[in-house]
């Protein structure tokens, strides 16, 4: 099989044609059958973050024109965003994806598809997906058309000028294909006439448990720049005290869990290097999960 990206740097979709063994670029309205390669979108939503800066100076990768509150500002529209798209629930709908192929190494060639599911809406519902990569900008428009087919899978239902698909093949699921770096989130929304459901997936996580306490990063930025830490399992509304290190340094801090126990929190990589390996670990008694990754390598 021949496979060919989307235009532009880490594309955002790929595409395979019914009955076909090779891939192409295709036009996101009508394809026989799709395979998006999964990225973000952005949703505005206010949540509590703490900035942990491992040195005095915005990252060297960065404009270093940007002043604090500039910063403070970016570091909160991008935790918006990630939050935002997990809770991008109507009341009574329902969305899952479903993996159903694993290639590859972690951190490394991994390539992943989905199925998605979404229940609760009406059957004649058609979906316009919407993407929102850590690469990119602004959102992209993906794949439109898309039906409802059994138990909800999302399908190019090809029986409409109005649906994706081909009605030689009628019916057909998507596969949702993504190539995800180390900690990378894929948030995807599916935008009907009179709502939009959204969810995120984490292909390739960073995450940890202890006595069950979780602890997880995710990459907000291209090279990890930008880590969004969440976790569940603490006590609830306490003072949750963790450590942050990356080379020689180090900073001891806490971060106030919400009346379930859980916790967000942004970490923002040390800017006197090009890359390094970051440790965060949870201090308390009751648990303390750590994990670590790289930032500064695509």
Partial sequence: MIAEKAAGPH???Y???????QTRKGNPKRDDCRRAKLSPMRYRLLVTTVLVLLSGGFAASQDSAVKQNDLAELVQRLMDVEV??????????????????REGKSGGNLVVQYHIFVKGTPSDTLFQEMEWPVTADKPAVALGGISIGKDGILICAGRTPEQ???????????????MPRKGEPTRLAFVASTFKIGTVIVPDPVEAQDKGCSLSAVRLTQKFELAFLSGSGYPPSTDVHYRVSSGEMTSDLAIKSDSTGAIRVSVLHPSKKSKDTVKVKITEAKCSPEVSYEWGSI
């Avoid at 798209?85 to 159903?100: L, V, Y």
């Avoid at 994706?164 to 998507?174: Q, W, Y």
């Fill in 15 to 21: 595409s395979i044609r019914a009955g076909s063994n």
């Fill in 164 to 178: 994706c698909g081909d009605a030689k093949k009628p019916d057909d699921p998507i596969e949702f294909i993504t």
């Fill in 84 to 101: 935002g798209f997990s809770q991008m629930i109507p009341p009574g709908m329902s969305i899952e994806a479903k993996e159903i192929s």
């Fill in 11 to 13: 594309a955002s979709f």
